[in-house]
């Protein structure tokens, strides 16, 4: 299966890994990479806990991407924090300036919201975003069009629960991420920024990988847009 998919990126082969799959979000093996992963993705940060949330996944060896908001990342010691948890070794994916409905904008405010945060955060790390991810998962045809343009990958997410009342607390946000029906191989999971999710996350990570899956590197991705 995929045979033609990894003569294609032969190159990039040793790297690329996986390929995400645009009708669920999921990430899906090329070739022999293991199925059996989930990919953790951090949204509305760098607000109050993603540093926090950066220092347990390095402790545990994982790799995951924080999409950031470019309202959060205006002032020298936000500024700082992201340049942290990017030397960290995290990646950087773009979750528009300011949070707002991009299918309430002009195409010229869609692209400020865009534009601006790959500006600034390769200003701060070096580096522009790879990842876009919509507020709300709610895209456009122009925004669609100007993320490929950017070189980004454009992602929603498989599951998530850290922003729904019931799961705002540590026990109960563990448990419903490891035991959700919507547990897939591939999982794409949404979590953010926010204080349950930095206490439940170790417990989270270690759940998954008691369960037999891998956290995928987000580096092993393949983000050229599909032909
Ligand atoms: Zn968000």
Same mark, same amino acid.
Do not use: C
């Given at each position: 299966?995929?045979?033609?998919?990894?003569?294609?990126?032969?190159?990039?082969?040793?790297?690329?890994?996986?390929?995400?799959?645009?009708?669920?979000?999921?990430?899906?093996?090329?070739?022999?990479?293991?199925?059996?992963?989930?990919?953790?993705?951090?949204?509305?940060?760098?607000?109050?806990?993603?540093?926090?949330?950066?220092?347990?996944? /390095? @402790?545990?060896?994982?790799?995951?991407? &924080? =999409?950031?908001?470019?309202?959060?990342?205006?002032? +020298?010691?936000? *500024?700082?924090?992201?340049?942290?948890?990017?030397?960290?070794?995290?990646?950087?994916?773009?979750?528009?300036?300011?949070?707002?409905?991009?299918?309430?904008?002009?195409?010229?405010?869609?692209?400020?919201?865009?534009?601006?945060?790959?500006?600034?955060?390769? /200003? @701060?790390?070096?580096?522009?975003?790879? &990842? =876009?991810?919509?507020?709300?998962?709610?895209?456009? +045809?122009?925004? *669609?069009?100007?993320?490929?343009?950017?070189?980004?990958?454009?992602?929603?997410?498989?599951?998530?629960?850290?922003?729904?009342?019931?799961?705002?607390?540590?026990?109960?946000?563990?448990?419903?991420?490891?035991?959700?029906?919507?547990?897939?191989?591939?999982?794409?999971?949404?979590?953010?920024?926010?204080?349950?999710?930095?206490?439940?996350?170790?417990?989270?990570?270690?759940?998954?990988?008691?369960?037999?899956?891998?956290?995928?590197?987000?580096?092993?991705?393949?983000?050229?847009?599909?032909?």
């Amino acid at each position: 299966m995929k045979e033609e998919l990894k003569k294609e990126n032969k190159e990039s082969a040793d790297q690329k890994q996986y390929v995400l799959n645009p009708n669920n979000w999921s990430v899906t093996p090329i070739s022999s990479a293991n199925p059996k992963v989930v990919l953790l993705t951090f949204d509305d940060s760098p607000d109050k806990y993603a540093l926090d949330i950066a220092k347990q996944l /390095k @402790i545990l060896d994982v790799n995951a991407i &924080f =999409f950031v908001n470019g309202h959060f990342i205006d002032n +020298d010691k936000q *500024k700082k924090i992201l340049q942290q948890i990017h030397e960290m070794g995290f990646f950087i994916g773009n979750h528009t300036y300011n949070h707002v409905k991009l299918t309430d904008l002009s195409e010229e405010e869609q692209r400020n919201e865009i534009v601006k945060v790959n500006d600034a955060v390769e /200003k @701060i790390t070096g580096t522009r975003p790879q &990842f =876009f991810r919509a507020p709300y998962g709610a895209n456009t +045809d122009f925004s *669609k069009q100007l993320v490929k343009e950017e070189g980004m990958l454009l992602m929603n997410w498989s599951f998530g629960y850290d922003w729904q009342k019931e799961y705002q607390e540590k026990d109960k946000l563990t448990e419903i991420m490891l035991d959700t029906p919507y547990l897939m191989n591939g999982a794409n999971l949404l979590m953010h920024d926010r204080k349950w999710t930095s206490e439940a996350i170790t417990d989270i990570v270690k759940g998954y990988q008691k369960k037999g899956y891998d956290i995928i590197d987000p580096s092993q991705l393949d983000i050229s847009p599909s032909k």
